[in-house]
């Protein structure tokens, strides 16, 4: 069946870099280049299907990667290692390699229940006021962790190298790389279906024209729960991925630059593409990574870089399209979506 | 002693809300001419900060070594004015170059919007990456006097800033209310389309919007500098951002609103201050924020725009 | 059994009254005009009607359950369907996709089965694209079905937001101004397909209209609106020769319209 070839394709793509990756072949860099590109195609991808599928503008995604990000670290730290804030662990340290993904999910969770705090005012309000309501939400929530002493507030948390070690220790394999790939193949499947649906297709039948929608029989109140919560729940994986391949957070990372960054990822590739979303995100990691020695001055180049292409190409890389729009060969390679005819 | 302590962060929060008041007068008027928050406003706001900084320094003498010693309210004067011909300068050079291509081509607001949070961060960042991290001190140019009546303690700047909000509100209410450049403002919150089809020039009207804005902001920044003199390119991005959420409290759009929202906000983070730990006082700032919007999203004097199908 | 019942419906938009004191009944398999000049109330009483405005005074019963207080998408469950004055469709999705998304609250599954691809999403889907297929190759649309909206003539387009309606099965079919913007020729077809519509699928009418061939030449009943009230109700015959509507509405020099031509 076409739905296959393609998850097997990338199974043994990422099975064979975590193979060079234990073998040495890939250095520590090249793994944590792949990781933080993973980790910003999720949050990409996220939250293109509020920002971009439901044409909302979005602009607090940080905030639900930090509640990821500590809600799964916490869990990781206390039930699994021993640490200085928690004790010693709960639970066994080697069955951590085994509950990491109930950890995650916990995270993504916590997330989600937080993405309600969006997704109920947005009932009533749209676009400029529904964006300082999520601002507010970043705010509020990253506040709220400098607040909790006990996690360390504003000096930060730590302890989940411990986390990765006593998974390491069952088996020796690169464990965030292989989570991260599990991870990124998951979300992209995830939206991927979603959208391709009837039922997920209200989501942009919303966006382009809401009242219609709702009188003609979409239950938009349970399409933008629906929205919110899945976009900020996989951002709350991201987060709590990004924590251990860390190994330290602060709340200081999760602030409207982070959110920025996001922003930046999903325009560029254009809003309502998912492979836009996961182009653009490769693309803005590396160029980060390119323009580190810069410094602060990418922080000029890139918002010029935005602007010019708000000017010239608003619709940004892909714009509505998809790969499959671009190149129909591959259309026999990657699964069919429903309704184009 | 209760009521003195009242009356005390009275003065506090009106002092200030009044920064607040006069930054958010800026996003107000923008948003109701253009539908856009400009979200590189509260960074003008900084410009103005340093450009007072600057420029001050430069009529005292620090720069070159000829200059007359002139009387230091003078120099006051002096900054505060071409402070603000400064920041509508580049206001107006924002808007010529990243928001009117866009309004040409009919680009969706959502573009604009972007563009400006990105014209933000460069002014930001570009501050950051030329003058570098270390805080600048504003150089002391008015006789800071403390005097107190009834036990509350106030200074000739808090009285300085209170006033001057009273004033530009007062002046703001008359430009638009009694003028034509004012009555065609209003004319373009209503009904964007018909505006240029009645000969109103638009592209002057939205100049001089930004004029307004933009020097008030740096009046803002000049007067925040003279309160507190420590400097830093980042104070541009928190007090925008309040001040933003203080115009939409009291209603986008709405001169008043943005005056009452102003006054509103620093209220709250004064009392929240007052009685709790400062490092809430954020968190309960945007959290009134967030119920407030719940229970009524268009602000106090916001009128919600009714669609028709 | 009555379909639709509205009894001294009245709403008001500030100190305007839109609609005084409406009532109407329709029955099964009717086809009901509302005319009236601009500004009568007509669209109001259908966004009371859809549920998108909550009417201040008086009841709306469907199928003798109130509807007061239920959200738009709510009634629409209940089987009532209508186009708009100006038409919304979809811009970003296929005339195809226009009209599967419309059947979106009688799909019967929700997101975990649209991720997992379960039988029940599998049937479910496999059930709106039969159906869709149906009503694209009924109003003739085959040919048009991977386009987008925007890039067909206006006439096709409201054909579209037609099938769009018709395809969640409704009882009641509310049709706002459908010959808006038509020349003569589209607007025979219209007369056509309206009447056809009825037959083919046994449901009710309610049209806002104001081409009074469409009206005169479709309608069994008409009720005019002026100032939100009504001022008469009956065949079109009689409407037609009423004074008190010819003043209102038709006009007093020869109403060539009114004849039906």
Redesign the interface.
């Given at each position: 069946m076409r739905n296959y070839g393609s998850i097997l394709s990338y199974a043994t793509l990422c099975a064979l870099a975590v193979a060079a990756a234990k073998l040495g072949i890939l250095n520590a860099y090249i793994q944590l280049i792949l990781m933080y590109i993973g980790i910003n195609i999720i949050l990409s991808v996220s939250l293109n299907l509020v920002n971009g599928y439901m044409g909302e503008f979005s602009v607090g995604h940080a905030g639900f990667m930090a509640v990821g990000a500590y809600v799964t670290s916490i869990l990781n730290v206390w039930l699994f290692t021993e640490s200085p804030v928690f004790g010693p662990p709960l639970l066994s340290p080697f069955s951590a390699v085994f509950l990491f993904p109930a950890t995650l999910l916990a995270g993504g969770v916590a997330a989600a229940v937080v993405g309600l705090l969006v997704a109920v005012p947005s009932f009533k309000t749209r676009g400029d006021y529904l964006a300082i309501i999520t601002l507010a939400v970043n705010y509020i929530v990253k506040s709220s962790i400098e607040n909790i002493q006990p996690i360390g507030g504003a000096r930060g948390f730590m302890g989940m190298r411990n986390v990765i070690g006593s998974m390491q220790a069952v088996l020796n394999l690169p464990w965030n790389l292989i989570w991260v790939f599990i991870c990124v193949g998951a979300t992209v499947w995830?939206i991927q279906?979603?959208v391709n649906?009837?039922?997920?297709?209200?989501i942009?039948?919303l966006?382009?024209?809401e009242?219609?929608?709702?009188?003609?029989?979409?239950?938009?109140?349970r399409m933008k729960i629906?929205a919110f919560m899945?976009s900020s729940g996989l951002a709350g994986v991201a987060g709590g991925l990004f924590a251990h391949v860390l190994g330290y957070i602060n709340p200081g990372t999760f602030t409207i630059m982070k959110s920025t960054e996001v922003l930046v990822m999903v325009y560029l590739g254009g809003m309502?593409s998912l492979s836009g979303s996961v182009l653009s995100a490769i693309a803005l990691t590396i160029a980060l990574e390119v323009f580190r020695p810069l410094q602060l001055v990418k922080w000029v180049v890139l918002p010029l870089l935005l602007i010019l292409l708000m000017i010239f190409r608003p619709e940004g890389i892909m714009g509505?399209r998809e790969l499959t729009d671009v190149f129909p060969k591959l259309r026999s390679w990657l699964p069919p979506k429903?309704?184009?005819? | 002693m209760f009521l003195e302590t009242v009356l005390q962060n009275l003065l506090n929060a009106l002092q200030w809300g009044s920064f607040y008041a006069l930054i958010a007068l800026g996003y107000t008027m923008v948003y109701g001419v253009l539908l856009l928050i400009n979200f590189a406003h509260g960074d003008i706001f900084m410009v103005g900060a340093y450009a007072g900084f600057f420029v001050a320094s430069l009529l005292l003498g620090q720069y070159t070594g000829f200059l007359p010693s002139l009387p230091h309210a003078l120099i006051f004067g002096l900054t505060v004015a071409i402070t603000m011909i400064i920041t509508s300068g580049v206001g107006v050079a924002i808007e010529r170059v990243a928001y009117r291509p866009l309004r040409r081509k009919g680009a969706s607001r959502l573009y604009v919007v972007i563009t400006a949070f990105m014209c933000g961060l460069i002014l930001e960042n570009g501050n950051l990456a030329v003058l570098g991290a270390s805080r600048r001190s504003f150089p002391q140019l008015l006789a800071n006097t403390a005097h107190s009546v009834a036990g509350v303690a106030f200074t000739d700047i808090k009285v300085l800033v209170i006033l001057t909000t009273i004033l530009v509100f007062v002046l703001l209410e008359t430009i638009v209310r009694k003028t034509k450049l004012g009555m065609a403002m209003r004319a373009i919150s209503c009904d964007r389309m018909a505006v240029p089809l009645m000969g109103i020039p638009m592209d002057a009207v939205i100049v001089f919007t930004f004029i307004l804005g933009s020097s008030l902001a740096g009046l803002a920044g000049v007067l925040f500098a003279t309160a507190y003199p420590v400097l830093d390119p980042y104070m541009g991005a928190i007090v925008g951002w309040k001040a933003f959420i203080a115009a939409v409290l009291g209603g986008i759009g709405e001169i008043r609103g943005a005056i009452a929202g102003g006054f509103l906000l620093g209220f709250v983070e004064i009392f929240v201050a007052a009685f709790c730990p400062s490092t809430l006082r954020d968190l309960i700032a945007f959290s009134i924020l967030l119920i407030f919007l719940s229970i009524k999203p268009t602000g106090i004097f916001g009128v919600a725009r009714?669609t028709k199908? | 059994m009555t379909l639709l019942e509205i009894e001294n419906l009245t709403h008001y938009?500030g100190g305007l009254k839109a609609v005084c004191n409406l009532n109407l009944r329709l029955d099964g398999s009717e086809l009901m005009g509302l005319i009236g000049p601009n500004g009568a109330g007509k669209?109001t009483v259908f966004?009371l009607m859809?549920?998108?405005y909550r009417p201040m005074e008086g009841e709306i019963r469907f199928l003798g359950r109130s509807i007061r207080g239920l959200?738009?998408?709510e009634v629409?469950?209940l089987g009532i369907?209508?186009t708009?004055?100006?038409i919304?469709?979809?811009?970003?999705?296929?005339v195809?996709?226009n009209i599967?998304?419309?059947?979106?609250?009688?799909?019967g599954?929700?997101?975990f089965?649209?991720?997992l691809?379960t039988p029940g999403?599998v049937r479910?889907?496999r059930r709106?694209?039969k159906r869709t297929e149906e009503l694209i190759d009924l109003l003739g649309l085959r040919h048009y079905?991977?386009e987008f909206p925007k890039n067909l003539p206006y006439g096709l387009q409201r054909r579209v937001e037609i099938g769009?309606?018709l395809a969640?099965r409704p009882k009641l079919l509310l049709l706002d101004e459908p010959a808006a913007g038509m020349n003569p020729g589209e607007v025979d077809e219209l007369i056509e397909t309206i009447r056809w519509i009825r037959d083919e699928f046994k449901l009710t009418i309610c049209l806002i209209e104001h081409h009074m061939r469409v009206v005169m030449n479709v309608c069994e009943r008409i009720k005019v609106l002026d100032f939100g009230e009504t001022i008469a109700e009956g065949r079109p015959d009689e409407i037609r020769l009423n004074p008190r509507v010819i003043e209102a509405y038709l006009g007093d020099e020869e109403p060539a319209d009114a004849r039906g031509n």
């Open positions: 995830i279906r979603l649906s009837t039922y997920g297709k209200g942009i039948a966006r382009d024209d009242i219609a929608a709702e009188i003609m029989g979409v239950n938009t109140r629906v899945l309502g509505h429903e309704g184009r005819i | 009714a199908i | 938009f669209t966004n859809s549920g998108f959200r738009p998408h629409t469950t369907a209508r708009f004055q100006n919304r469709l979809w811009n970003s999705l296929s195809f996709e599967c998304i419309s059947q979106h609250c009688q799909l599954y929700g997101f089965h649209s991720v691809r999403f479910s889907e709106v694209k079905a991977p769009r309606a969640l």
